[in-house]
């Protein structure tokens, strides 16, 4: 294959999934020195991301696959008759089957002085660079050129700060795409951003001005200075290789090809936009896309046939919706149309119908392109407008019909996603399957993953199978709760409402779970953030925020003093060494630019942050949904490269949303160069320095399922980043699902990124005001949670190891390895006490502990004997009359685990039965007897217990034993 751009690499892909690779040897030539990368995403390079993130092929697909990529190689020439290639290194390379994936050239009129220094074209990386760095040393740039790739163009000089001017031969932009209503708009609105347009303008030729300036003198005797010119009027097919080896041409240029994409040649084959089909050529990356997949199945012997491709566009370009479909020209006989302008909003719209009214033709969206797929859908599967077709176009409430009144009628067959060829049919099969959410479906299906612009549609769609195969969307976040996590949030803050049991009363039912308690407790603590072990709040935290700190397997913790930033004085790291050495602690810095210190027993904690908190430290919080951390680089500061304080603006963003409890853990990112070393684009918040200021990234992650974060802002003053991303944290606290992680939470938002910037940078729906003032309550009510516990003895007595006594837990058995500790293996490990596993012995009544040492609702480990018990209280429910409620004894083992920890987890109820929820693996038992509810075969040993006077008296005999010892009736 020659070239190996979008369409080439697809096509590779679309060998290896009918595993082409293992009948053929594949040898790609690539005349770049860089593999394939997206071009639709090229404006993205200016902004930050880097050409690594760009490109399109997996690591190590090339090497997997036995494909031979030659890079920075061009073929020369094409020897028809031998069957082999020569290339600008020497080489010969004979081919049985020859593909042309050359693509196009950036067309740059014959104007004299085209060719002056500071002329250049906008289609490769390398143009990119060279474009770059001449703006470094430029006030203005002009682009000639006002079509798609113009205003593409015109967006990158103005991501590089260049002031930006567009000139177009046409008397409008887009000329090819919109009609005069829509260029009108669009020309509006990109004024509005300080964006010259001038169009109607012929330019006679390029001269020097000044020292290193051009001019463009035009015909009508005008003139603009500037210092850099981009060419971006059109492409045109690279099909020089054909020509010169006799294959047959379009009539506009192009390799001529039949419906299998077979030239004149049969052993030769084009796709994309090198390729004529019936004298069209075709400047979209979709229509490329769909040659590929013809040409991979015939080529695996399968019928397919490429029978043209729709050319509608949906783009934003300089921040502005477009979308053109079909005849948006009007040039259909007997057509009529109709327009729909907001002038204050600055939107036009505009369909074509067939003058029977029966056929959608074509339109045109400026400003909110929102109708696009379901407008496509029509004209693709000649589904009839409805009886009043303007309906389509006008908002709700003037007459609009609802935005997915056509998903029920489009046929199996309709192309849902074009990009990867998939149709509602596809899209139903992956939902009958089991795919629930848009998250789903797009890792079942591919669709929605190429350009985006499909996934309102996909969503429609998802969503209607969902309802018509009888599955509610579930939003309950649990049978103790018939609410989603939003609608909660929302009660609890509209209510004013400060503690679980408030909710609970008036609007849920039972103890709780796993779920429903958690959850309280975190939107709770985003809402009012009290202290988390006040008695009404500890019951609802799972044990990692019940003891400040990550459980480990073993039933240790680990310890993570903050680090903002990862800044840390040579004092506080002898401090952290000094904790770790009393403590016999496992040390080992974290990828969050952070220490941490591992195999803590539970009692050890006040201690252990005593001394951390003398010296100077706070909590991480690297046991909660919350900010984990900002890692940053030493910027500017230190760094030849960095060109803002990246290490102040951490520090000031870590300080500002510690403690924030959130849906799920965030991090945070702050490169000081586009170098990007805090790898601030794998973050829920990114911020890159420029020298203009921050570019703002949202919504990364780095994890199990990474994805690049987008750009949401440029050139932002660091006043500015922080007032966005209060916005958008205190918005995703809103909004999200429980323990959704940012990206996910984007990905299911309906609009995408487009709509998070209309809702916190324009404040389309009025709240931003709001959410500012909520971050505000948050970050002044902050506190270090354990500083609040160090000062409170009755909070302190929760950290006992046993309510009645001081043995430390046998179980936890650390050995020696690389000079440190970690736990014992099992084969490691002493043999347990026999004699603690058997009740022989006459029964007896223990006094444990005062029933105030156990919390209520919750739990603590005591011993009876040389047992492990895990005491459980329930208090009487409120409104009944007396009592002192219900304590239970299991054992403190969780089963399944090494670990004695049990005493640690949730309590609530399963169908109004009491549990306890485990700790470490989540299983329920129950309170009753020690049964697993998930497992008939687990279950943990259980003694009767009782209430006498205040104390908590419990059998010395479990209730198994006591079962086998009772007399036979």
Request: charge should be neutral.
């Amino acid at each position: 294959m020659i070239g190996h751009g979008m369409v080439g690499q697809y096509f590779l892909e679309q060998l290896v999934a009918r595993e082409l690779h293992r009948r053929y040897r594949i040898i790609v030539f690539g005349a770049e020195r860089r593999p394939a990368y997206d071009r639709v995403h090229l404006s993205a390079y200016f902004s930050g991301r880097s050409a690594g993130s760009l490109t399109l092929a997996p690591d190590g697909f090339f090497a997997l696959h036995g494909i031979e990529l030659r890079c920075a190689t061009t073929v020369t020439a094409i020897d028809r008759q031998r069957q082999c290639l020569t290339d600008n290194l020497g080489g010969t390379t004979p081919y049985d089957r020859l593909v042309l994936a050359t693509g196009s050239y950036a067309f740059v009129p014959p104007i004299p002085g085209s060719d002056s220094p500071g002329c250049m074209a906008y289609r490769t990386l390398d143009d990119l660079d060279a474009i770059a760095a001449r703006a470094r040393h430029s006030r203005r740039g002009a682009v000639l050129g006002g079509g798609l790739l113009g205003l593409e163009a015109a967006n990158a000089l103005r991501q590089l700060g260049l002031e930006t001017h567009v000139v177009e031969f046409a008397p409008r932009l887009m000329a090819v795409q919109l009609d005069d209503g829509g260029a009108a708009m669009l020309r509006r609105k990109i004024e509005a951003l300080q964006v010259s347009v001038h169009t109607g303008k012929n330019t006679r030729r390029i001269t020097r001005s000044g020292q290193d300036g051009l001019r463009l003198e035009f015909t009508d005797g005008g003139y603009l200075d500037t210092d850099l010119v981009l060419f971006s009027a059109g492409i045109r097919p690279a099909d020089r290789l054909g020509r010169e080896c006799g294959l047959t041409s379009g009539a506009r240029g192009g390799v001529a090809i039949d419906d299998g994409c077979v030239t004149s040649d049969a052993a030769i084959f084009a796709i994309g936009e090198c390729a004529s089909w019936r004298d069209r050529l075709y400047g979209l990356v979709a229509p490329g896309y769909q040659m590929a997949r013809t040409l991979a199945s015939r080529l695996a012997g399968q019928e397919a046939a490429f029978g043209g491709a729709d050319t509608s566009t949906r783009l934003k370009l300089l921040g502005v919706e477009v979308a053109s479909l079909g005849d948006a020209q009007e040039t259909t006989p007997g057509c009529q149309s109709y327009a729909w302008t907001d002038g204050p909003r600055q939107i036009y719209k505009k369909i074509v119908v067939s003058a029977d009214k029966q056929r959608l033709l074509g339109a045109v969206l400026v400003g909110d392109s929102a109708e696009f797929s379901i407008l496509q859908q029509m004209m693709l599967n000649d589904m009839a407008p409805p009886e009043r077709p303007e309906s389509l176009i006008l908002p709700a409430g003037a007459g609009g019909a609802p935005k997915a009144a056509g998903v029920a009628s489009l046929p199996d067959s309709a192309q849902v996603c074009s990009c990867h060829n998939v149709s509602k049919g596809e899209i139903r099969a992956a939902v009958a399957a089991g795919a629930g959410d848009l998250a789903a479906v797009k890792a079942g299906t591919r669709a929605g993953t190429g350009c985006g612009g499909c996934v309102p549609l996909l969503k429609q769609v998802m969503e209607y199978e969902l309802s018509q195969r009888g599955v509610e969307v579930k939003k309950d976040v649990c049978g103790h709760f018939a609410y989603s996590r939003q609608e909660l949030y929302h009660l609890i803050r509209v209510n004013r409402i400060r503690t679980f049991s408030q909710l609970l009363a008036q609007y849920g039912r039972g103890l709780g779970c796993e779920v429903c308690k958690p959850l309280a407790g975190s939107l709770l603590a985003s809402c009012w953030n009290d202290y988390l072990l006040q008695p009404e709040h500890l019951p609802l935290q799972d044990t990692n925020d019940r003891y400040f700190a990550n459980i480990q397997k073993d039933g240790t913790y680990s310890v993570v003093p903050r680090m903002s930033a990862g800044e840390v004085t040579p004092t506080g790291l002898i401090a952290v060494g000094q904790v770790a050495a009393r403590f016999n602690l496992y040390t080992k810095v974290t990828g969050g630019q952070r220490i941490a210190l591992f195999g803590a027993r539970m009692e050890q904690l006040p201690a252990i942050w005593r001394q951390l908190v003398d010296a100077g430290f706070e909590t991480g919080h690297a046991y909660g949904k919350s900010l984990r951390t900002v890692k940053s680089c030493v910027g500017s500061t230190w760094c030849r490269f960095g060109v803002q304080d990246s290490t102040g603006l951490a520090v000031r963003l870590e300080n500002r949303y510690k403690g924030l409890r959130t849906p799920h853990k965030f991090k945070l990112g702050v490169s000081g160069c586009t170098r990007e070393c805090a790898e601030a684009q794998g973050k829920d918040i990114g911020a890159i320095a420029t020298d203009k200021g921050w570019n703002l990234y949202v919504c990364g992650n780095g994890g199990m399922k990474p994805r690049h974060a987008d750009l949401f802002a440029t050139d932002l003053d660091a006043d500015r980043l922080i007032a966005l991303v209060d916005r958008l944290l205190m918005f995703y606290i809103r909004t999200a699902d429980r323990l959704q992680r940012t990206s996910t939470w984007l990905d299911n938002l309906e609009g995408g990124v487009e709509y998070l910037r209309r809702v916190i940078m324009d404040d389309s729906l009025g709240i931003c005001a709001e959410l500012e003032q909520e971050m505000q309550a948050v970050v002044a009510s902050y506190q270090c949670e354990w500083r609040t516990t160090l000062a409170d003895a009755d909070r302190l007595a929760l950290f006992r190891g046993f309510v009645n006594s001081a043995q430390p837990d046998e179980a936890v058995v650390m050995v020696a390895q690389r000079h440190q500790i970690r736990p014992a293996r099992a084969d490691e490990r002493p043999l347990p006490d026999s004699s603690l596993a058997s009740g022989a012995g006459q029964e007896s009544w223990q006094p444990v502990c005062v029933l105030g040492d156990i919390p209520a609702n919750a739990g603590m480990a005591a011993r009876l004997g040389q047992r492990q018990i895990a005491l459980f209280y329930l208090p009487p429910a409120a409104g009944a009359a007396g009592g002192d409620g219900r304590v239970f004894a299991l054992s403190n083992h969780e089963a399944g685990s090494d670990a004695n920890v049990l005493a640690r987890g949730l309590v609530g109820d399963v169908e109004g039965e009491a549990v306890v929820i485990s700790p470490l693996y989540k299983k329920h038992f129950r309170l009753r007897d020690g049964c697993c509810l998930e497992d008939a075969g687990l279950s943990v040993s259980a003694w009767p217990a009782e209430i006498r006077q205040g104390r908590v008296w419990v059998s010395t005999r479990a209730l198994t034993e006591r079962a086998q010892a009772a007399p036979a009736p």
